[in-house]
């Protein structure tokens, strides 16, 4: 690598895995907030479904499983869908964290390979 004043600054193993392991991190990166994308439109279907669920005055709902609808009693459903809202939000709180945990890690990196590659190397989203 070029350092602006032309002097070489060397790659070392150490480096290169440092790099790599950036690299790696930052495409988890985008396909956690991919993930969160989705994980937040379900949580959101879900709290519609519930909503709908309390305005409904009929004792037997049509509720989807799998790719058919059956006839279920509202207090089952009802039940179901608790139990979908509290996964959905399990789910989506541990991919938060792995987002936090991520972003972490990618600044530690940032700062090491900043530090020793100054301007030479680009880690920053165009």
Do not use: C
């Not at 495409?27 to 956690?32: A, C, P, V």
């Not at 089952?76 to 792995?98: F, G, N």
């Not at 991520?102 to 390979?113: F, P």
């Amino acid at each position: 690598m070029q350092r602006a004043g032309g002097s070489e600054t060397e790659v070392t193993w150490e480096d290169q895995k440092n790099i790599n392991k950036f690299g790696r991190l930052n495409n988890r990166f985008h396909e956690l907030e991919d993930e969160i994308k989705i994980a937040k439109e379900a949580n959101e279907n879900i709290e519609d479904a519930s909503n709908e669920l309390i305005l409904t005055d009929e004792e037997v709902v049509r509720f989807q499983i799998g790719e058919v609808f059956a006839h279920v009693p509202k207090d089952e459903v009802e039940m179901r869908i608790e139990k979908m809202q509290e996964e959905t939000s399990k789910r989506l709180e541990k991919l938060e964290e792995e987002k936090e945990s991520i972003l972490a890690q990618m600044a530690e990196l940032k700062k090491i390979l900043y530090g020793k590659f100054k301007d030479s190397i680009n880690l920053e989203e165009d």
